[in-house]
């Protein structure tokens, strides 16, 4: 079936620095999607691509649409404490999402 | 608003035993789907449904039953629990029948499986 490679796994960073974690994939998606999960709660959307080549953005965070529509990337600016969680990203393919592994954030203050 | 409401939130079974896990929405959303989240793997497809009535296979079905009499309910059954369905079970929903619009998740539900 359809796979994601997301990366890096984990990251480990001091508060204030940038962040950025990528997808990609054998298959194109008509849709990239972000979302983050805190402990103990469900993912929450952070971020939905629907173009080829999109660039958007939701305040510090910005996400692109990879123009061969097999990959996206997030980027977290001057990241805070709030910003620690597990970043999920998913392509939609027919009816059905389907997500990357995760990469953890752990931020030292 | 609740949203996607899960119930029960954790549950232990012994090898063998059947239950039906919750999902619940009321936000008249057509596309409902129940996932897996194991460590290291990210979530996984178990079934989705378009509409009430209507259900079909996601990437890793086997071992669960899923039905819609409703719109808003969206219940998971285990036939026979096995140590390998030990995992957070998520519910989520969106409002196209097509999954085209994001997904909105439940917070989960805690299953092992002794």
């Known amino acids: 079936g359809q796979q994601l490679n997301q990366s890096p796994q984990s990251m480990f960073i001091q508060e204030g620095e940038d962040v950025s974690m990528n997808c990609t994939s054998s298959?194109?998606?008509?849709?990239w999607l972000w979302y983050k999960q805190d402990p103990g709660e469900g993912p929450v959307l952070l971020i939905a691509?629907?173009?080829?080549?999109e660039l958007t953005s939701n305040g510090r965070l910005t996400a692109q649409f990879g123009i061969t529509r097999k990959d996206s990337f997030l980027n977290i600016s001057a990241s805070i404490p709030s910003d620690v969680g597990i970043y999920f990203c998913?392509?939609?393919?027919?009816?059905?999402?389907?997500f990357g592994q995760g990469t953890r954030l752990t931020i030292n203050p | 608003n609740a949203g996607v409401t899960q119930t029960p939130k954790f549950q232990v079974l012994k090898t063998g035993q059947s239950m039906t896990l919750q999902c619940a929405q009321d936000?008249?959303?057509?596309?409902m789907s129940w996932y897996r989240q194991d460590p290291g793997m990210g979530l996984r497809l178990i079934h989705y449904?378009?509409?009430?009535?209507?259900?079909d296979q996601g990437e890793v079905p086997n071992g669960y039953n899923v039905s819609r009499s409703t719109t808003e309910d969206f219940p998971l059954r285990l036939l026979s629990a096995a140590p390998s369905q030990t995992s957070v079970y998520f519910c989520?929903?969106?409002?196209?029948?097509?999954?085209?619009?994001?997904?909105?998740f439940g917070d989960g539900t805690r299953l092992s499986i002794l």
């Open positions: 998913a392509g939609r393919g027919a009816q059905k999402l389907v």
């Open positions: 449904s378009v509409g009430a009535g209507i259900t």
């Open positions: 936000m008249n959303h057509e596309y």
């Open positions: 298959s194109i998606f008509n849709t």
């Open positions: 691509l629907y173009k080829a080549g």
């Open positions: 989520a929903s969106s409002f196209d029948r097509w999954g085209n619009q994001p997904q909105h």
